[in-house]
């Protein structure tokens, strides 16, 4: 089965076709441009909606996109617990959009911190500048050497924080101290306990994740 493109959702949860070939009637020019950006921006926003994720024996592990979370339910590797009403379609089917999914294989997750990425210290760090405090889109943020480069400072847990680019040039080749700056909370390490606080954070916003997050 071949994924097509998701397609874009109206208010009411239900899907219309794709936003490039979108027919508006008595709409033109700027007033149909802006609306096509709208449902691209919809469709967009849906497949990036927060999906969590069960081992085979319903632990929690991991939260994702619901783009992935799509890709392994059509490879077979996962089955949807829990869905939203909205829809996306493959070539012969429509499908439910997952809220959880659960493995169907079990998968051992060692007892150490993820992988230092930018993507792990954004999530980390909740898509919050550790500066001025304030939420970011993710590419309106940037990583931050708390003690700079030059000065012989680490890429790593302890030393990367998230940060937006007016607080980046603000601190620029300094320390926090020196820029007049202070963090939000020490940098720490990314392990399986902070990725199950965050799960819980995360959940708040949607109840069919509450029983598996033991609430």
Not at 16 to 23: D, F, M, Q, T
Not at 59 to 65: D, G, K, Q
Not at 74 to 99: C, I, R, T
């Amino acid at each position: 089965m071949s994924a097509r493109r998701p397609e874009a959702v109206d208010p009411r949860g239900r899907y219309i076709p794709e936003a490039g070939s979108v027919l508006v009637p008595g709409a033109s020019g700027n007033v149909g441009a802006r609306y096509v950006q709208s449902l691209s921006a919809r469709r967009a926003s849906l497949m990036q909606e927060p999906v969590l994720v069960l081992n085979a024996t319903y632990e929690p592990i991991n939260v994702t996109a619901v783009r992935r979370a799509m890709v392994l339910l059509l490879k077979g590797v996962a089955q949807a617990e829990e869905v939203h009403n909205a829809e996306v379609h493959s070539s012969a089917h429509a499908h439910k959009v997952p809220s959880v999914i659960r493995l169907l294989a079990y998968r051992h997750i060692p007892q150490q911190s993820r992988a230092l990425s930018r993507k792990n210290i954004l999530l980390r760090d909740r898509n919050t500048c550790q500066f001025c405090g304030k939420i970011f889109p993710s590419s309106e943020l940037t990583l931050d050497h708390v003690m700079p480069r030059s000065r012989g400072g680490r890429s790593s847990w302890e030393n990367l924080v998230a940060c937006c680019y007016r607080c980046n040039n603000d601190k620029g080749d300094r320390t926090p101290e020196e820029a007049g700056l202070k963090l939000a909370r020490k940098p720490r390490p990314f392990t399986l306990h902070t990725s199950r606080q965050l799960m819980r954070l995360i959940g708040h916003r949607d109840e069919r994740w509450r029983k598996y997050l033991f609430y």
